[in-house]
């Protein structure tokens, strides 16, 4: 069956950076967009990045949040998606999941098939 695992996150200083990962297995990973999304205590699951399927860099999505900061980006060889946070602020202190949908990539959580079961980010001002 299908199994998205996330890993990478932890606790950071404002300003730091991480880098997380998602391990995919199951499905034919360069057939499948990937997307990043993160959920704080209290909210609603909110879009973070994402990437269409294929080898190309160029077909990605960011929220206006994230832009600039974060990078979503994949390696198809070894089935697995990243995401580059970088001048992290303690409002992106979240749940990151990741997920997957057949091709294009969307912001719309509704459109992904799979999921993982998330990693805890942590932002310290």
């Known amino acids: 069956q299908v199994q998205l695992v996330e890993s990478g996150g932890g606790l950071v200083q404002a300003g730091g950076s991480l880098r997380l990962s998602c391990a995919a297995s199951?499905?034919?990973?360069?057939?499948?967009?990937m997307g990043w999304f993160r959920q704080a205590p209290g909210k609603e699951r909110e879009f973070v990045a994402a990437?269409?399927?294929?080898?190309?860099?160029?077909?990605?999505l960011y929220a206006s949040s994230v832009k600039g900061r974060f990078t979503i980006s994949r390696d198809n060889a070894k089935n697995t998606a990243y995401l580059q946070m970088n001048s992290l602020k303690p409002e992106d202190t979240a749940v990151y999941y990741c997920?997957?949908?057949?091709?294009?990539?969307?912001?719309?959580?509704?459109?992904?098939?799979?999921w993982g079961q998330g990693t805890q980010v942590t932002v310290s001002s």
């Open positions: 990437i269409s399927f294929g080898w190309s860099a160029d077909n990605t």
């Open positions: 997920a997957a949908k057949k091709r294009y990539s969307s912001d719309y959580r509704e459109d992904y098939d799979y």
């Open positions: 199951g499905l034919t990973f360069s057939s499948y967009g």
